[in-house]
């Protein structure tokens, strides 16, 4: 059964600086592109950037809104992806989503349950 | 950046109707669109992929249809498991964007 299980949300400062996990079990975890997603209390989806495989040189991409800020890095051995987020700000609570990427498409096939990060001071 | 629109915001439906929800891109997308439906605290679900492809375990009353800009989620009967949000998402550039949501509620 496919798994990703997030971590590490919690409230933090404005200009504060959190880590997100992401475990992945029950598929080859290195094949897969993975992506994060976040949702802001009632609103809608916002894709935050992608954790590309060592086929693909772990290349990573990243929205406008956060680039420069987080950084996405993966570790293969563990099957676990991390989202550093530095220099946060309000507008960067939400819901944060790990998202598995489809192989022979490319939107998202399984969600983790999300971990809930709050930014106030 | 691609701007997904949909339409409508808000759908008020009974058991049984057929629903219909729009999506429109500001630029062609080709077949790069993908469904997702969200319940309340919980994660969305993949419904639809490549604009008409079936994830797999998605109940065969959902279906897709659509290129370049203009798409379509259609629900043929609606079920009481159905009433949730759904999101449009495109994929054929960065970053990836989603619609508003189109939120199905009881009529």
């Known amino acids: 059964e496919v798994q990703l299980v997030e971590s590490g949300g919690g409230m933090v400062q404005p200009g504060g600086s959190l880590r997100l996990s992401c475990a992945a079990s029950?598929?080859?975890?290195?094949?897969?592109?993975i992506d994060w997603v976040r949702q802001a209390p009632g609103k809608g989806l916002e894709w935050v950037g992608r954790?590309?495989?060592?086929?693909?040189?772990?290349?990573?991409e990243y929205a406008a809104s956060v680039k420069g800020r987080f950084t996405i890095s993966r570790d293969d051995s563990t099957s676990t992806v991390s989202l550093l987020m530095n220099s946060l700000k309000t507008e960067d609570t939400a819901v944060y989503y790990c998202?598995?990427?489809?192989?022979?498409?490319?939107?998202?096939?399984?969600w983790g349950q999300g971990t809930l990060v709050t930014v106030t001071s | 950046d691609i701007q997904m629109t949909q339409s409508p915001s808000t759908l008020s439906a009974s058991a049984g109707d057929r629903v219909t929800i729009a999506c429109r891109a500001s630029e062609s997308i080709n077949r790069w669109m993908a469904w997702y439906q969200q319940k309340p605290g919980k994660a969305p679900k993949l419904l639809i992929w490549d604009a008409s492809n079936l994830e797999s375990g998605v109940p065969s009353r959902f279906s897709g249809s659509g290129s370049g800009t203009e798409f379509t989620l259609t629900i043929s009967s609606l079920q009481p498991d159905d009433f949730a949000t759904y999101y449009c998402?495109?994929?054929?550039?960065?970053?990836?964007?989603f619609g508003q949501g189109t939120k199905v509620e009881v009529k």
């Open positions: 954790s590309r495989n060592k086929a693909n040189g772990y290349t990573t």
């Open positions: 998402q495109q994929y054929v550039s960065f970053p990836r964007t």
């Open positions: 998202v598995r990427v489809l192989r022979g498409g490319d939107c998202f096939d399984y």
């Open positions: 029950g598929f080859t975890f290195s094949y897969h592109y």
